[in-house]
């Protein structure tokens, strides 16, 4: 039963770190992006074009208002 309880006490740590490197991975690409200013540029209007669609994805689908 001990062993049991080890490995749930164990679960956060590795939840937290799957995570991190999932996120550090997929965000990787884009931070190399930042270091020219015409990509920044390009890069910063992407973002914002994707946030916009999902924010009208969403609402269209949840009837919001």
Request: charged share 10%.
């Amino acid at each position: 039963m001990s062993n049991f309880w080890n490995n749930v006490n164990k679960f956060p740590k590795f939840l937290i770190v799957v995570f991190t490197g999932f996120f550090l991975t997929t965000l990787q690409p884009i931070f190399k992006l930042l270091t020219n200013k015409k990509k920044k540029i390009i890069a910063i209007i992407i973002i914002i074009l994707f946030i916009s669609i999902i924010n009208y994805i969403l609402s269209t689908m949840l009837a919001i208002n």
